[in-house]
C-alpha cells in the first residue's frame, strides 16, 4: 500500500514567512509523529498525534511551531515567522499503534525547508 | 533524558569487509533499540528492532545486531558489505516521553561508503 507522503517535498521560505507543511499517512495509522533533522544530525522530535489528540509537544523548539491533526489522518505542521534556524528536513512518521513503543514508525521523504 | 551515541561519523569500506558500527544508548530503564537506514535519495527504512527476547536480532539485507544490556550497546553487523549498503544508518531508542508518547531519540548517524 501507499506509504506516508509529504509534501511540498522542498520549501524555500523568506525570513519572517509563515509555512505549512502536509503529512498523509498511512491509512488506519493511529500514531502520528513529526521530527525535525538539521543537516548532518539525526531527526529530532517535535510532537505526537494519537488520532486528532496531540498528547506530546515536549519537542516543540518555539510557539512559532504549530501542529494539527483535526479528523484524526492528515497533520500540518506550520511554522510562523521563519528563521534561519528553522532550516532542516521536517520527518512525519506514523504507526500503527498507540502507547506501543515496540512498533515500527513508518516515515515520508521530508519536506526540506530553506530559509533565506 | 535518554541519548544515543553513534562512535563513527563515516566509514569507508571496501567490498566484502565485514561492517560493526557501534551504538550506545544512556538510559536505565526498559528500551526498545532500532537500527533505521537512509540510502541515497530515499526515506528512513527500518532495518531491524529489538524490544525483548533473544538479544541478536536478525534484520533485511543480511544485518543484525546485538543487545548487550550491560554495555548499553546495541552495535549493527554484517559480515560482508556490498556497494548497494552505501547509505547513512542511524541507531535509536525509543522509550516513553512520560508526555504521552513513545518518541524515538536518534544519533546523528553514521555514513557508510563501501568502494566496489
Known amino acids: 500500500g501507499a506509504g506516508v507522503s509529504q509534501s511540498p517535498r522542498y520549501k524555500v521560505a523568506k525570513r519572517g514567512q509563515d509555512v505549512a507543511l502536509r503529512c498523509d499517512p498511512i491509512s488506519g495509522h493511529v500514531s502520528l509523529f513529526w521530527y525535525q533533522q538539521a543537516l548532518g544530525q539525526g531527526p529530532e522530535f517535535l510532537t505526537y498525534?494519537?488520532?486528532?489528540?496531540?498528547?506530546?509537544k515536549s519537542g516543540l523548539p518555539s510557539d512559532r511551531f504549530f501542529a494539527e491533526r483535526p479528523e484524526g489522518s492528515v497533520s500540518t505542521l506550520k511554522i510562523q515567522r521563519t528563521q534561519q534556524e528553522d532550516s532542516a528536513v521536517y520527518l512525519c512518521a506514523s504507526s500503527f499503534a498507540r502507547d506501543r513503543g515496540s512498533y515500527e514508525q513508518y516515515f515520508g521523504p521530508g519536506t526540506r525547508l530553506t530559509v533565506t | 533524558a535518554q541519548s544515543v551515541s553513534q562512535h563513527n561519523h563515516h566509514v569507508i569500506l571496501s567490498e566484502a569487509a565485514s561492517l560493526e558500527l557501534g551504538c550506545n544508548y544512556s538510559?536505565?530503564?526498559?528500551?526498545?533499540l532500532f537500527w533505521y537506514v537512509q540510502y541515497p535519495g530515499q526515506h528512513l527504512q527500518l532495518l531491524l528492532k529489538y524490544f525483548s527476547g533473544d538479544p541478536l536480532v536478525k534484520g533485511i539485507k543480511g544485518f543484525e545486531a546485538e543487545f548487550i544490556k550491560s554495555k548499553f550497546s546495541f552495535n549493527l553487523r554484517k559480515p560482508s558489505v556490498q556497494w548497494s549498503d552505501t547509505a547513512e544508518y542511524f541507531c535509536a531508542v525509543n522509550v516513553y516521553s512520560g508526555a504521552g508518547s513513545y518518541q524515538l531519540t536518534f544519533g546523528k548517524g553514521t555514513k557508510l561508503s563501501v568502494i566496489p
Open positions: 498525534f494519537q488520532n486528532e489528540a496531540q498528547l506530546d
Open positions: 538510559y536505565g530503564g526498559t528500551v526498545n
